[in-house]
């Protein structure tokens, strides 16, 4: 009996056990099905919301789809986007988002709802190459203009990045090392080869309460030679061709977050450090003599050094039944450079002169947000703050012909309180509108506008049809420039007006899964943003020629999109299409250009697959951008009594595809990838429209990219 007892016991035990890894595994799988469909967001939300229900359509690239693209920076995650173009500057290192074709200074860049100091202030005009992925937990792009929500320059758009600030386990550990070609120089050891990137996470949970995480990443860019032949090049009748297309340049970026969340109370501290160093290497080289007959060639270098710190303070709680969201930040980012003098066939530095500031930005920034007053399911609204005071420094070298040695150095103090509800009608209408009164000691009081409708048309179809309008501060150069000598008069003007802009938009969204499982989702989209009060550089007299900053132009986009998403299994498909029109009004003071709309097509694919047995990743990544018209003013050399003309101008079609393969080891603890970047080799395209000097229309090539790129990585997870 007892034998028997026992085995039953253990058939019971057994049953048991199974049916409980069965209910665990089940849980699991529920719970990552929970976590799928209810995807949340916070851009332009009361609180964090289900991106199902937001009110306005946000864009999510999600850390999973980062780790597959391979990538190292935010610019290259937003490279795969469509209609933005992330543009590089050559002299600066720096690379800006280009959205709906407007450039850096239209789209406001945020790290968790926070505006991103930059060289020339803050949210506009940043970085992207200077904000690594490897704490990333997912982009939210909101394309049109958000002013009621995040204030000046948020005209084109906004792109808030989310970063992980708690782990699920007890102790995480990840590590990751990533080796690749540039174009196809590499050398792990040799300078001016490659590039090495290292990063390293960790996360410590105390409790259901506290936790703890700090990461640091590594990005050694070696620089990218392209037309030119590097460094160590001289020629003896100086031929221009010493240096490198894209600049080296080497950051370390590291951030420490300790959080707190419980019952209705969370906060966070999070610290951000990045420096970073770019080298540029003059083309043109100096002959020296050395006496008895021998003589070497030198060239004028320059180093810039940036240091930048972010301190950011979130808490969300209750106070009552209302709803406080705030954020308290300072932020810090300084440019120095530091010419010397480098013997070029010798190696040696000869001298170093004493390095100087020539960008400093000091931020003291908040914001917070009321919501929940009425305690009603259907009708809700919200109150909310900003302020910042902006110290900003310009160098007389950051301005043209060195801005006759005049350096500035300004603060301005902007305070902003803006109002928005939502009300839901019924299960399937609902209204949000917005307002926003924007006070400054620098420029006049700005109003912006919001309102938002979205229809559930059925229970898998959603229409949301959005309205908003923000404004663009003018930039140091628009209103300090000062230079006047004999060949130039051009003057900034300190009574610029802020530009206005507005965008209306229509989103259709479809979701739909059939018999055999696979799920498919729909997309149509249209959009019309349209900018004014456009501050140009203007003519104001020919002989003898002045120039100025003047409001006077106009600019309208059109864009019509389309996208599918198709998912079954281990296998996903993203496409999209559009095609957008741009109309720009641009004044000489003298003549205007036509304003006819130049319309140009992109598109873009991303296939994801793992196989079943071996959980290997296949990841595709493909983007058409088609070439792009635009008027561009042209005058006759040596000629400024001719009132010149406007042409179109042309950027050049390109097409970039990027393929990976990964493969997880040991239970997924391990897990190595390599592929191809750039397999077309796209280096520059043609670009007529690019401003140039004074007198003429620019003409030549733009760098994009730096050619075709294999790379290799190896993660570890603790």
Partial sequence: MSKIFLSMKKKLLSILSLSVVLWVNAQEKDSLKQKTIDEVVITGQFMQQSIDKSIYKVEVIDAQQIKNMAVTNVAEVLNQNLNILIEPSKSSGNSTANIMGLSGEYTKILIDNIPVVSDEGMGNLVDLTKINVNNIERIEVVKGSM????????????INIITKKNYSKKVTALASIQEETVGKDYDWFKKGNGRHIQSLNLGYRFNDYWSVSA??????????????????????????????????????????????????????????????????????????????????????????????????????????????????????????????????????????????????????????????????????????YELDRTKGFADATTFESNNNGKSIERAIF?????????????????????????????????????????????????????????NRFPTYDELYTFVVDNNHDIRGNENLKPETGYSASVFWDYALTNSGNWKFNFSLSGMYLDVQNRIEDVIINNSPLQITFLNVDDYKSILFGGGINVRKGDLSLNA???????????????????????????????????????????????????????????????????????????????????????????????????????????????????????????????????????????????
Wanted: proline share 3%; net charge neutral.
């Fill in 576 to 718: 999209g299409v559009s095609v957008m029109g741009v109309s720009q009004v641009l004044n000489t003071g003298n003549i205007t250009s036509p304003d006819d709309y130049n319309y140009y097509a992109e598109a873009n694919l991303a296939a994801n697959y793992t196989l079943p047995v071996s959980k290997t990743l296949f990841a595709l990544y493909y983007k058409y951008t088609g070439a792009q018209r635009r008027y561009t003013y042209q005058g006759k050399e040596n000629d400024p009594g001719d009132p010149g003309q406007y042409i179109l101008g042309e950027i050049g079609d390109f097409n970039m595809l990027n393929f990976t393969v990964s493969q997880p080891f040991f239970n997924n603890h391990f897990e190595i990838s390599a592929g191809i970047k750039n397999i077309f080799d796209v280096t520059s395209v043609k670009n007529t429209i690019q401003s140039g000097d004074t007198h003429n229309a620019s003409s030549g090539l733009q760098n994009l990219f730096y050619g075709r790129s294999y790379f290799m990585r190896l993660n570890y997870n603790f």
């Fill in 215 to 384: 990461d640091i990443n590594h990005n050694d860019f070696q620089g990218y030679k392209g037309s030119l032949n590097g460094y160590k090049y001289f020629s003896e009748n100086n031929d221009g061709k010493r240096g490198y297309d894209w600049q080296p340049k080497d950051q370390l970026t590291t951030n420490g977050t300790i959080r707190y969340s419980k019952n209705n109370t969370s906060f966070f501290y999070k610290l951000n450090f990045l420096t970073e160093e770019i080298n540029y290497y003059n083309p043109l080289v100096t002959d020296l003599p050395l006496g008895g007959g021998n003589r070497t060639y030198t060239a004028n270098d320059k180093d810039y050094h940036t240091n930048r710190w972010i301190h950011q303070f979130n808490i969300q709680t209750k106070l009552g039944r209302i709803n406080y969201n705030g954020d308290f930040s300072y932020q810090r980012q300084e440019r120095k450079s530091q010419v010397y003098t480098y013997d070029v066939p010798n190696r040696k530095e000869i001298s170093r002169d004493n390095e100087i500031t020539f960008y400093k930005s000091d931020i003291l920034y908040s914001r917070g947000m009321f919501s929940n007053f009425l305690d009603n399911e259907k009708i809700n609204f919200q109150l909310g």
């Fill in 414 to 470: 902007n305070y902003a309180n803006f109002l928005s509800a939502e009300w839901k009608v019924n299960d399937w209408f609902s209204f949000r509108p917005g307002v926003r009164l924007s006070l400054s000691d620098r420029f006049s009081s700005q109003y912006n506008y919001s309102g938002t409708l979205r229809f559930t048309a059925s229970e898998n179809s959603d229409i949301r049809a959005v309205f908003g309008s923000a």
């Fill in 147 to 158: 002013g009621v929500e995040y204030g000046n320059n948020a005209v084109a758009g906004v």
